[in-house]
């Protein structure tokens, strides 16, 4: 009676065990020889490891770098005011009527009105004054009126005393406050410049109430100057024959509102007044985004050159892969008399390449991860680290060692036996 072969029980041919232990030997005889070839030449491959350990090391390093400095640049502009939005008067479509339509002060209190997001908003008008500096020398400074919420909406740091508040500006109380370097100018420091008189047109003389600097140093490109003085804009409408403002700045309450705040901020302003009047209703959302993208392409840029690094690496295996081989021309040969296949002699030499490689490859993960590491638990900086950039370090080192590892596996592969045995 026949017995049956139970369904879960796959039956094993002699083939299929044959060449189950051809592969586990194989693979056992290959790392014996890298081991072997590693003790024989300890000096050519640690050297090699440790050239791809640096070049792996700065491509990790590299995107650190990049992430660092995108990270500097996008807080230098958020300290600007990530919520601001600024608006000003350009002029008129129709170049044949000229008469101005500026923005007056009636439009920052409909902005405060009908845009739901706005938190603040502070009109500005320009005044450019003369004030005496000491020993009969004078000097042009730029006088500001704004609103007390202008402090917020411009995110600026006051140094000494304090801001003009809204009794101040209600009172019409002839206070300022004064940017650093004007007061350095006048009484050296931040703090004498407290409580000082500054005459201004007319001999108006108004008191220092507080020193302040903008959270990023815009070398005057803005609209606050070296030598600046802010004052309530009650008060500047003393020097103005009408109620018109210069620009107007916002602020919003979340990054989210900042664009459909922008595009209603504009629709009121179009809609009280003329329909050929042109103004300019800007945010930081776009200049964000291109600084965004100039710091990424610059870490693109690094990482190609690390990448180089990389390469050149890879020579440097191929170079002592060459080397190995004619050094074992007479193993080679005695390996393939004995029966081992071209295949077999290739993959030896390859997997060598690969060890070397990837053993640089882990080498220099660990010291590009360290260092960032290292300096967040020694100091309160954090350094940005990328996964991402230790994931493809890896995958390129063993790449790189499988690319230029595959000139002297082959060549071992090709070496003809008898000429092999021959080689002194």
């Given at each position: 009676?026949?017995?049956?072969?139970?369904?879960?029980?796959?039956?094993?041919?002699p083939?299929?065990?044959?060449?189950?232990?051809?592969?586990?030997?194989?693979l056992?005889?290959?790392?014996?020889?890298?081991?072997?070839?590693?003790?024989?030449?300890?000096?050519?491959?640690t050297?090699?490891?440790?050239?791809?350990?640096?070049?792996?090391?700065?491509?990790?390093?590299v995107?650190t770098?990049?992430?660092?400095?995108?990270?500097?640049?996008l807080r230098?502009?958020?300290a600007i005011?990530?919520?601001?939005?600024?608006?000003?008067?350009?002029?008129?479509?129709?170049?044949?009527?000229?008469t101005?339509?500026?923005?007056?002060?009636?439009?920052?209190?409909?902005v405060?009105?009908q845009?739901?997001?706005?938190?603040a908003?502070?009109?500005t008008v320009?005044l450019v004054?003369?004030?005496?500096?000491?020993?009969?020398?004078?000097?042009?400074?730029?006088?500001?009126?704004?609103d007390p919420?202008?402090?917020?909406?411009?995110?600026?740091?006051?140094?000494?005393?304090?801001?003009?508040?809204?009794?101040?500006?209600?009172?019409?109380?002839?206070?300022?406050?004064?940017?650093?370097?004007?007061?350095?100018?006048?009484?050296?420091?931040?703090?004498?410049?407290i409580?000082?008189?500054?005459k201004?047109?007319?001999?108006?003389?108004f008191?220092?109430?507080?020193?302040?600097?903008?959270?990023?140093?815009?070398?005057?490109?803005?609209?606050?100057g070296?030598?600046?003085?802010?004052?309530?804009?009650?008060?500047?409408?003393?020097?103005?024959p009408?109620n018109?403002?210069?620009?107007?700045?916002?602020?919003?309450?979340?990054?989210?509102?900042?664009?459909?705040?922008?595009?209603a901020i504009?629709?009121?302003l179009?809609?009280?007044?003329?329909?050929?009047?042109?103004?300019n209703?800007?945010?930081?959302?776009?200049?964000l985004?291109?600084?965004?993208?100039?710091?990424?392409?610059l870490?693109?840029?690094?990482m190609?050159?690390?990448?180089?690094?990389?390469?050149?690496?890879?020579?440097?295996?191929m170079?002592?892969?060459?080397a190995?081989?004619?050094?074992?021309?007479?193993?080679?040969?005695?390996?393939?008399?004995?029966?081992?296949?071209?295949?077999?002699?290739?993959?030896?030499?390859?997997?060598?390449?690969?060890?070397?490689?990837?053993?640089?490859?882990?080498?220099?993960?660990?010291?590009?991860?360290?260092i960032?590491?290292?300096?967040?638990?020694?100091?309160?900086?954090r350094?940005?680290?990328?996964?991402?950039?230790?994931?493809?370090?890896?995958?390129?080192?063993?790449?790189?060692?499988?690319i230029f590892?595959?000139?002297?596996?082959?060549?071992?592969?090709?070496?003809?036996p008898v000429?092999?045995?021959?080689?002194?």
């Amino acid at each position: 009676m026949a017995t049956a072969t139970p369904p879960c029980v796959t039956p094993t041919t002699p083939s299929t065990v044959s060449a189950q232990r051809r592969i586990t030997i194989g693979l056992g005889e290959i790392l014996n020889f890298v081991y072997d070839s590693f003790c024989s030449n300890k000096m050519q491959f640690t050297l090699t490891a440790l050239a791809m350990a640096v070049a792996t090391a700065s491509v990790i390093l590299v995107s650190t770098i990049g992430l660092t400095g995108k990270q500097y640049i996008l807080r230098q502009l958020q300290a600007i005011g990530t919520n601001m939005v600024h608006a000003e008067y350009e002029g008129g479509t129709n170049h044949i009527d000229s008469t101005p339509d500026p923005m007056t002060i009636e439009d920052v209190q409909a902005v405060r009105e009908q845009v739901t997001s706005v938190m603040a908003a502070s009109p500005t008008v320009n005044l450019v004054d003369r004030i005496s500096i000491g020993s009969g020398k004078q000097s042009d400074i730029l006088v500001l009126g704004v609103d007390p919420e202008y402090t917020r909406v411009r995110n600026l740091k006051l140094l000494a005393g304090r801001f003009f508040d809204t009794e101040d500006s209600s009172a019409h109380n002839k206070v300022g406050v004064v940017t650093e370097k004007l007061a350095q100018k006048l009484y050296g420091s931040s703090a004498p410049a407290i409580g000082q008189i500054i005459k201004l047109s007319g001999g108006l003389p108004f008191t220092v109430v507080g020193v302040f600097k903008e959270s990023v140093d815009t070398f005057g490109q803005s609209e606050i100057g070296e030598d600046t003085m802010l004052i309530p804009y009650t008060v500047s409408r003393f020097f103005t024959p009408t109620n018109s403002v210069n620009e107007i700045y916002i602020s919003v309450a979340t990054p989210q509102d900042v664009i459909p705040a922008t595009a209603a901020i504009k629709r009121v302003l179009q809609s009280r007044h003329r329909a050929e009047s042109v103004y300019n209703v800007q945010n930081l959302t776009q200049l964000l985004t291109v600084a965004g993208k100039i710091a990424d392409a610059l870490t693109v840029i690094l990482m190609l050159v690390a990448f180089v690094t990389l390469l050149v690496s890879g020579i440097g295996i191929m170079n002592i892969m060459l080397a190995t081989v004619t050094s074992r021309i007479r193993e080679i040969g005695i390996r393939k008399a004995i029966g081992a296949t071209n295949r077999e002699i290739r993959f030896q030499f390859l997997a060598e390449a690969i060890v070397i490689s990837m053993t640089g490859g882990i080498v220099g993960i660990v010291a590009g991860l360290a260092i960032p590491y290292s300096v967040r638990l020694f100091t309160d900086f954090r350094l940005p680290i990328s996964g991402l950039s230790a994931i493809i370090a890896i995958v390129v080192s063993s790449v790189v060692g499988m690319i230029f590892g595959t000139v002297p596996a082959t060549r071992a592969s090709q070496l003809d036996p008898v000429e092999s045995l021959r080689y002194e």
